[in-house]
């Protein structure tokens, strides 16, 4: 459009899409970092974005998250013509309930109209308890729907600081740092090569899995988060990126 044109953001989508080498990218004006409601500016795209990929009847996992959750605050009741339900990607992660994927799942139904699932189980299962929980109708169902979501959307956080507001055990902290992890997705923790260093073990969505999702949507900006999405979209060339003027300028400055 004329005003992104004007800003100039245009120009810095173009620049970012083939730095990244991904398949679409949106800039929205600020730096996150600075200013909170940079991430609803997000939200706004993503709801946009959604509206474009779209079709009757879809299955919509969500992340959780800080940007999760202002991205969910943006949905509006013109997706109800979509007919969306709505699911958590993954188990929980350690996170404060507000920025839990079932939360925010919840949350992004009930501003969207559609309807959603969640996904009741414990942030850390044993072997045993998670071999019994998976063959739980109740819960198989719902696993068996995020599975065949098709559209994804999730966060991207900076490693170290997704570590450290999980609570992460301090073992667990250092392998992350020992691996020089970057960037963190859906409890996936990656290297700056965009490859696996660590993983959360819980149910839901497997990396595999997103790769065959035909909507994936990462959101996320901040200058604090470059490195992280540089290195996260070196595995998720299929996916849109949303991110802000000063996660997009500080990838270009690097
Ligand atoms: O799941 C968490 C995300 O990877 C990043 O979280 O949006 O609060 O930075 P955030």
Same mark, same amino acid.
């Given at each position: 459009?004329?005003?992104?044109?004007?800003?100039?953001?245009?120009?810095?989508?173009?620049?970012?899409?083939?730095?990244?080498?991904?398949?679409?990218?949106?800039?929205?004006?600020?730096?996150?970092?600075?200013?909170?409601?940079?991430?609803?500016?997000?939200?706004?795209?993503?709801?946009?974005?959604?509206?474009?990929?779209?079709?009757?009847?879809?299955?919509?996992?969500?992340?959780?998250?800080?940007?999760?959750?202002?991205?969910?605050?943006?949905?509006?009741?013109?997706?109800?013509?979509?007919?969306?339900?709505? *699911?958590?990607?993954? #188990?929980?992660?350690? %996170? @404060? !309930? /507000?920025?839990?994927?079932?939360? +925010?799942?919840?949350?992004?139904?009930?501003?969207?109209?559609?309807?959603?699932?969640?996904?009741?189980?414990?942030?850390?299962?044993?072997?045993?308890?998670?071999?019994?929980?998976?063959?739980?109708?109740?819960?198989?169902?719902?696993?068996?729907?995020?599975?065949?979501?098709?559209?994804?959307?999730?966060?991207?956080?900076?490693?170290?600081?997704?570590?450290?507001?999980?609570?992460?055990?301090?073992?667990?902290?250092?392998?992350?740092?020992?691996?020089?992890?970057?960037?963190?997705?859906?409890?996936?923790?990656?290297?700056?090569?965009?490859?696996?260093?660590?993983? *959360?073990?819980?149910? #839901?969505?497997?990396? %595999? @899995? !997103? /790769?065959?999702?035909?909507?994936? +949507?990462?959101?996320?900006?901040?200058?604090?988060?470059?490195?992280?999405?540089?290195?996260?979209?070196?595995?998720?060339?299929?996916?849109?990126?949303?991110?802000?003027?000063?996660?997009?300028?500080?990838?270009?400055?690097?």
């Amino acid at each position: 459009d004329m005003m992104k044109e004007v800003s100039g953001l245009k120009d810095l989508e173009r620049k970012i899409k083939s730095l990244l080498d991904i398949k679409d990218v949106i800039v929205v004006a600020g730096d996150s970092d600075l200013s909170p409601w940079v991430k609803k500016e997000m939200g706004r795209a993503c709801v946009a974005c959604m509206k474009e990929r779209l079709t009757s009847q879809s299955i919509v996992a969500v992340t959780g998250g800080t940007t999760l959750a202002a991205v969910a605050e943006m949905m509006t009741p013109e997706l109800k013509q979509i007919d969306i339900l709505f *699911v958590p990607a993954r #188990g929980g992660l350690g %996170e @404060d !309930v /507000k920025n839990q994927a079932n939360t +925010i799942c919840a949350r992004m139904a009930e501003k969207a109209m559609g309807n959603y699932r969640l996904l009741h189980v414990p942030d850390q299962l044993s072997d045993e308890a998670y071999q019994s929980m998976i063959e739980e109708p109740a819960i198989k169902e719902v696993l068996d729907l995020i599975r065949s979501s098709n559209m994804v959307i999730h966060g991207i956080g900076d490693a170290i600081t997704m570590a450290e507001r999980r609570k992460t055990a301090s073992e667990e902290i250092e392998k992350i740092k020992q691996r020089r992890a970057v960037a963190e997705a859906f409890g996936y923790y990656f290297n700056q090569e965009g490859e696996v260093v660590h993983k *959360v073990k819980t149910m #839901g969505i497997q990396l %595999e @899995d !997103v /790769k065959k999702v035909e909507h994936v +949507i990462a959101v996320a900006g901040g200058a604090s988060k470059a490195k992280a999405i540089k290195a996260y979209m070196k595995q998720a060339h299929h996916s849109v990126l949303i991110t802000d003027e000063g996660a997009a300028r500080e990838l270009i400055r690097e």
